[in-house]
């Protein structure tokens, strides 16, 4: 499944619009990446725990959308966009979302 940011693939044409696909994956804070994230405040840098947590985030919710145009018969996913928000204290949610499309080379 290609999966790209851009409206329009160069090479490929697009022969079918199939829809808006969407995947979501929402994580809560663990007690250690808190404990360690306090302390990093303290010092400054990347707090790696909550980096992971994200980018594992990311990973689950592309996945599900991947799935969800997969059953719709798409072979690429365009226009897709990343966004994240705080669902309640401790916890965010990754939605990624994007049209699921066919396509062919030129």
């Given at each position: 499944?290609?999966?790209?940011?851009?409206?329009?693939?160069?090479?490929?044409?697009?022969?079918?619009?199939?829809?808006?696909?969407?995947?979501?994956?929402?994580?809560?804070?663990?007690?250690?990446?808190?404990?360690?994230?306090?302390?990093?405040g303290?010092?400054?840098?990347?707090?790696?725990?909550?980096?992971?947590?994200?980018?594992?985030?990311?990973?689950?919710?592309?996945?599900r959308?991947?799935?969800?145009?997969?059953?719709?018969?798409?072979?690429?996913?365009?226009?897709?966009?990343?966004?994240?928000?705080?669902?309640?204290?401790?916890?965010a949610?990754?939605?990624?979302?994007?049209?699921?499309?066919?396509?062919?080379?030129?």
């Amino acid at each position: 499944m290609l999966v790209t940011t851009t409206d329009e693939l160069k090479g490929y044409k697009v022969t079918e619009v199939y829809g808006i696909v969407k995947g979501s994956s929402i994580r809560a804070k663990h007690l250690g990446r808190d404990i360690a994230a306090t302390l990093k405040g303290f010092v400054g840098g990347e707090l790696k725990g909550y980096s992971e947590m994200l980018d594992e985030a990311r990973e689950e919710a592309k996945n599900r959308m991947i799935e969800q145009a997969d059953r719709k018969g798409a072979n690429a996913i365009i226009a897709v966009r990343f966004v994240s928000s705080q669902v309640m204290s401790g916890a965010a949610e990754v939605l990624v979302y994007g049209t699921a499309v066919h396509i062919t080379k030129e």
